[in-house]
């Protein structure tokens, strides 16, 4: 069961292995480590002095990840299984995935020691068969590298014998200081869901006051020295605690409604159940059938009404609960297949429950086709490279949909830095430019410019001056392929012709043009 954690991860990688701007921060944080180490005299050349965002982030997550990956990219390369940049990138994400799938492991674990191992199966084949969380794992936005330390917390809450009423001292106070250490440097949400979670432990028992505010003080103490040191030392500003200064300006001045707002029920009426899929109605039903699974959810759903009072919503900001709604499913998805076959209702209860699971394979295998066809950007610095592989003297520039939908510094194959296990190719010496802002006539003029990967190709090629060497296509939406005679006939086709009833459709994105001089 857990290697089906580990591949289902590892499939979502390889199947969409670009990257969108959204995980571009620790991405090229995790690059610049990766090629030059955190000495000062290397910290000029780093992404984040060229593009720093909004506010700025911790480094704290992405030097790890350079750290766990450079020796597995040496040992790769040595192998022959890593040769290029992309190869990097595909690796920093494969471990990053693993790293989250070893929490859910844990997790499953615990599941299996307080539910059995029945439940436990289902909890794995919900979570795999899901989506959103397995395509986002091995994704280095924020929230991922502060999943991993929240599903720690949770497995040492809630690894415990089936009938036990307290978990230990230890592991409560392991769990608390987990999550303050995640609320401080990854993501500062995460208090919210530190809360009720706090409240429910000092109402049963689990911890007393006095050492809960010990744990929450010495462990919160000890991640702002640790974010504050680092991150300071980095960004060269002193001090700069990053999660501190991302709560003042997206909360305190409200900054954050400018990437849009939603109304209050957006996260129990649209954001969980995308996630979630099936497990929703399974997750109400384990509650509803045992006193353990309702004990469980009361600190996520209370995590889910407090951050709702937050105008602007993202599904990513309640991820690190989908774990125990999962779990809840898991126990009502039991119920169901356990219930005697020898009458109608267990066989109905039995359908069921593989009918929800059956859906959302086929949700995630549809959103799983469209997302392969979303980073057009990727797809485009890709091609380019492959076909001016053998050319010197190249200077391209990247434009903006570009750069955001995978063209990350990884997929710069042919400029330098190289790590030193891999080996540079014979033209290395490109140019990728990523200056923004800059109008036909800007790149025109500018000579020195041999290439450009373009959202538009009209004006350029009415110029004279460029000529379209390709052009790369990306996911536009959905079309139903219905047979004539309406839905009902859709059972008559035969079951190998079903994938051509909803159709992908596509179009132009982007383009590569050479110049024509």
Same mark, same amino acid.
């Given at each position: 069961m857990d290697l089906l954690l580990l591949a289902t991860s590892w499939a979502h990688v390889l199947l969409a292995p670009y990257t969108k701007v959204e995980e571009s921060f620790n991405l090229h944080a995790t690059h610049d480590v990766l090629m030059y180490g955190v000495g000062r005299d290397n910290l000029y050349k780093f992404d984040h002095n060229v593009f720093p965002g909004a506010v700025p982030r911790t480094f704290i997550g992405s030097i790890l990840l350079a750290w766990l990956t450079s020796p597995i990219a040496y040992v790769a390369s040595q192998w022959g299984l890593l040769s290029t940049k992309f190869d990097l990138q595909i690796a920093v994400r494969l471990v990053l995935a693993a790293l989250n799938a070893a929490g859910f492991m844990l997790i499953r674990r615990a599941v299996c020691r307080r539910f059995g191992r029945p439940t436990g199966l289902m909890y794995v084949l919900l979570t795999c068969s899901q989506f959103h969380l397995?395509?986002?794992?091995?994704?280095?936005?924020?929230?991922?590298?502060?999943?991993?330390?929240?599903?720690?917390?949770f497995f040492a809450l809630y690894d415990r014998a089936p009938q036990s009423q307290y978990p230990t001292r230890r592991s409560v106070e392991v769990a608390f200081a987990l999550l303050t250490f995640t609320a401080v440097v990854f993501r500062s949400e995460v208090v919210l869901l530190l809360a009720p979670l706090a409240l429910q432990a000092l109402l049963l028992r689990h911890i007393s006051f006095v050492r809960l505010v010990k744990v929450g003080f010495l462990s919160g103490m000890l991640s702002i020295a640790l974010t504050v040191t680092i991150?300071?030392?980095?960004?060269?500003?002193?001090?700069?605690?990053?999660?501190?200064?991302?709560?003042?300006?997206?909360?305190?001045?409200?900054?954050?409604? %400018?990437?849009?707002?939603?109304?209050? =029920?957006?996260?129990? @009426? *649209?954001?969980?159940?995308?996630?979630? !899929?099936?497990?929703?109605?399974?997750?109400?039903?384990?509650?509803?059938?045992d006193n353990r699974v309702r004990a469980l959810m009361h600190p996520p759903v209370l995590f889910i009404v407090l951050i709702s009072c937050l105008g602007?919503?993202?599904?990513?900001?309640?991820?690190?609960?989908?774990?125990?709604?999962?779990?809840?499913?898991?126990?009502?998805?039991?119920?169901?297949?356990?219930?005697?076959?020898?009458?109608?209702?267990?066989?109905?209860?039995f359908l069921a429950a593989m009918g929800i699971i059956a859906l959302n394979c086929a949700?995630?295998?549809?959103?799983?086709?469209?997302?392969?066809?979303?980073?057009?950007?990727?797809s485009a610095l890709t091609t380019f490279n492959?076909?001016?592989? %053998?050319?010197?003297?190249?200077?391209? =520039?990247?434009?903006? @949909? *570009?750069?955001?939908?995978?063209?990350? !510094?990884?997929?710069?194959?042919?400029?330098?830095?190289?790590?030193?296990?891999?080996?540079?190719?014979?033209?290395?010496?490109?140019?990728?430019?990523?200056?923004?802002?800059?109008?036909?006539?800007?790149?025109?003029?500018?000579?020195?410019?041999?290439?450009?990967?373009?959202?538009?190709?009209?004006?350029?090629?009415?110029?004279?001056?460029?000529?379209?060497?390709?052009?790369?296509?990306?996911?536009?939406g959905w079309k139903w392929n219905l047979p004539r005679g309406g839905i009902a006939k859709v059972f008559q086709i035969p079951l190998h012709q079903w994938l051509s009833v909803l159709e992908m459709e596509t179009h132009d994105q982007l383009y590569i043009l050479e110049r024509a001089e």
């Open positions: 397995p395509f986002w794992m091995g994704r280095t936005l924020p929230n991922m590298f502060a999943l991993f330390p929240v599903n720690l917390a991150d300071s030392y980095i960004w060269n500003q002193w001090p700069l605690w990053p999660e501190l200064y991302g709560v003042y300006f997206n909360v305190y001045q409200g900054k954050s409604s %400018d990437w849009g707002t939603s109304p209050m =029920h957006a996260y129990f @009426l *649209a954001h969980l159940p995308k996630l979630l !899929l099936g497990s929703l109605p399974l997750a109400v039903l384990g509650a509803v059938l602007h919503k993202e599904w990513r900001f309640i991820v690190y609960v989908v774990p125990l709604f999962n779990i809840a499913a898991a126990r009502g998805a039991w119920w169901m297949v356990s219930r005697r076959k020898g009458g109608l209702f267990g066989r109905m209860m949700i995630t295998i549809v959103s799983m086709r469209a997302s392969m066809a979303n980073y057009p950007g990727g492959d076909q001016y592989a %053998d050319q010197h003297a190249v200077q391209v =520039h990247i434009s903006n @949909l *570009a750069a955001q939908t995978g063209a990350s !510094l990884f997929l710069q194959s042919h400029s330098p830095p190289y790590i030193p296990s891999m080996a540079a190719p014979a033209t290395n010496h490109w140019v990728y430019n990523k200056t923004e802002n800059l109008s036909p006539r800007d790149l025109t003029a500018s000579m020195s410019l041999t290439h450009l990967i373009t959202e538009s190709s009209v004006e350029f090629i009415r110029s004279g001056r460029w000529k379209l060497v390709d052009s790369v296509r990306g996911f536009s």
